[in-house]
Nanobody, 119 residues
C-alpha cells in the first residue's frame, strides 16, 4: 500500500494550510490514519490520528488549531492546519494501517511534505 501526501508549502505565521494523503494499492480495509511530523533536528512526533469510526486524537501542541478528517470512500486523510506558528515548521508524514486483500496487514508511510511557517 502506498501513501501520497501533498499540500505542504511556505505560509506566514497565523496562516492556514491543508494537507492531503491518499492511500492506494490492494486495500481491503484501513484502520487508523494519521499525521506525524519531524521538526528540523528533532525526532518524529505524533500530530493527530483518526480511527475508521472517526475518533480523533491530537497532540496537545495542536489542539484547537489542527483538524484531522478522512474520506473512507477515497482512502484519504486530511489535516487542516490553522493559526500556524513557526514551531509547526516540519516535514509532515502521513501514516495508515489496515489489511490488504488476502488479510495481509500493512502499516505504510507517505513520503513527507514540508511545511514552513515563516514571515
Amino acid at each position: 500500500v502506498q501513501l501520497q501526501a501533498s499540500g505542504g508549502g511556505l505560509v506566514q505565521p497565523g496562516g492556514s494550510l491543508r494537507l492531503s494523503c491518499a492511500a492506494s494499492g490492494s486495500i481491503r480495509s484501513i484502520n487508523d490514519m494519521g499525521w506525524y511530523r519531524q521538526p528540523p533536528g528533532k525526532q518524529r512526533e505524533l500530530v493527530a490520528t483518526i480511527t475508521s469510526g472517526g475518533t480523533t486524537n491530537y497532540a496537545d501542541s495542536v489542539k484547537g488549531r489542527f483538524t484531522i478528517s478522512r474520506d473512507n470512500a477515497k482512502n484519504t486523510v486530511y489535516l487542516r492546519m490553522n493559526s500556524l506558528k513557526p514551531d509547526d515548521t516540519a516535514v509532515y508524514y502521513c501514516n495508515a494501517n489496515g489489511f490488504e486483500y488476502g488479510l495481509r496487514y500493512f502499516n505504510s508511510w507517505g513520503q513527507g511534505t514540508l511545511v514552513t511557517v515563516s514571515s
